[in-house]
């Protein structure tokens, strides 16, 4: 009796088993891809079985963003919802409609960049779907297993989520390369918008405009810290040596919380996480929420005029000087090569 309990039960545990087929939430704006969606492609397909993708948007922004996404390398179809409802990615629109396109396609793994969108819709999601939410992904092993970085990238947490019939992830885009925009030919299918109980309106948006490339995926990044001391000197000081390395400007926390720098260029871990080819930290001490937005860039830079300031600790070249003085020296040396 022992062994055919045995058997039964292993026999529903097959039965129940799928096999996986993932969505990847193609996020747009305006009609255009956001790049760190071809990363969540990447991590979807480590996974194996299909690997599909969505946009949502006006039927002006999906029309946009299809020919673009259609191409993609590994993506099996295309699911297509348009409607003036989900103009401007509002989370509390998105959402009912990715949570009845999830069971009515049978999908096993939802994977998105870990955005301010992804942020955003994928928690409210998880929490409509009744399954746990897996945030930041920075690898995974099979189906079922993902690793990621818990207090502020000082440890990692390898979880196991054996028992949520949806996984509902997140992808750091600096830990997956970007899948190619070539050689894919998916088939698109149009989906139904779903309705909304939300009363969430758009209003408006503000959008610093800035002709350096974008802090998120430059290859070179200039930050810097409450040394700069003032707006002008962020200005006057790091913006030449940005220009001159053609390289995105970053800042600390404590540069934004002065207001020397906006917002949206905060690197850390209540920042952006960048992982450049090259990082130079300008007057920035090293706090670990610092680094956990850097730490990863390829060669990193710090001028400090404290030889024992920590971010000393894991620069490559570090320079302990006035920042004053060595910055303009520095911007003159590149102008004259
Ligand atoms: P400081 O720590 O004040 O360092 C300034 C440095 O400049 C010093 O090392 C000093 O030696 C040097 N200096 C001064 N004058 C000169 C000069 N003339 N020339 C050269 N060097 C000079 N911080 C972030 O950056 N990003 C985050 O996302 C973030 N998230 C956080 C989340 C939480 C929950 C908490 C609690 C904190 C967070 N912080 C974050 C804040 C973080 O702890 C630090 O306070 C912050 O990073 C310090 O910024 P800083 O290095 O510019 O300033």
Same mark, same amino acid.
């Given at each position: ?30 009609? /255009? ?5 071809? !990363? &969540?492609?990447?991590? =979807?397909?480590?996974? +194996? @079985?299909?690997? #599909? ?113 949806? /996984? ?5 885009? !600096? &830990?997956?390369?970007? =899948?190619?925009?070539? +050689? @894919?030919?998916? #088939? ?129 070249? +570090? ?19």
């Amino acid at each position: 009796a022992r062994t055919s309990r045995i058997a039964s039960s292993s026999l529903s545990t097959l039965s129940q088993r799928r096999l996986a087929s993932s969505l990847v939430f193609l996020e747009q704006k305006g009609g /255009k891809l956001n790049d760190g969606s071809l !990363t &969540a492609v990447t991590a =979807a397909q480590q996974v +194996g @079985g299909d690997v #599909a993708g969505i946009v949502i948007g006006s039927k002006a922004d999906v029309d946009g963003v299809l020919a673009q996404v259609k191409s993609i390398n590994g993506l099996s179809k295309i699911y297509a919802a348009a409607d003036e409802a989900y103009a401007n990615g509002i989370a509390e629109n998105v959402t009912p409609l990715l949570a009845s396109v999830i069971p009515s396609k049978s999908i096993t793994h939802l994977f998105g960049a870990h955005s301010a969108a992804g942020k955003n819709i994928f928690p409210r999601l998880a929490g409509a779907l009744d399954v746990s939410m897996i945030s930041d992904i920075v690898a995974l092993e099979g189906e079922d297993t993902f690793t990621r970085p818990i207090y502020a990238g000082n440890a990692i947490l390898k979880l196991k989520s054996s028992k949520d019939a949806v /996984k509902i992830v997140t992808v750091r885009t !600096t &830990a997956f390369s970007k =899948a190619s925009t070539e +050689g @894919g030919s998916a #088939a698109v299918e149009e989906v139904a918008p779903v309705a909304s109980d939300s009363n969430t309106k758009f209003v408006s948006e503000e959008i610093v405009v800035s002709s350096r490339p974008d802090l998120g995926s430059a290859s070179k990044v200039v930050s810097g810290g409450r040394a700069l001391k003032s707006k002008e000197s962020f200005e006057s000081v790091l913006d030449p040596l940005a220009d001159a390395l053609g390289a995105a400007v970053g800042a600390s926390r404590a540069a934004v919380d002065a207001g020397y720098a906006d917002n949206s260029l905060q690197v850390g871990q209540t920042g952006k996480v960048v992982a450049p080819e090259l990082y130079v930290a300008v007057g920035i001490s090293g706090a670990i929420q610092h680094l956990a937005g850097m730490k990863e860039s390829k060669l990193i830079v710090a001028i400090n005029k404290d030889a024992d300031a920590p971010i000393f600790q894991i620069a490559d070249v +570090g320079l302990v000087a006035d920042l004053f003085d060595a910055v303009p020296e520095l911007v003159k040396e590149l102008e004259a090569q």
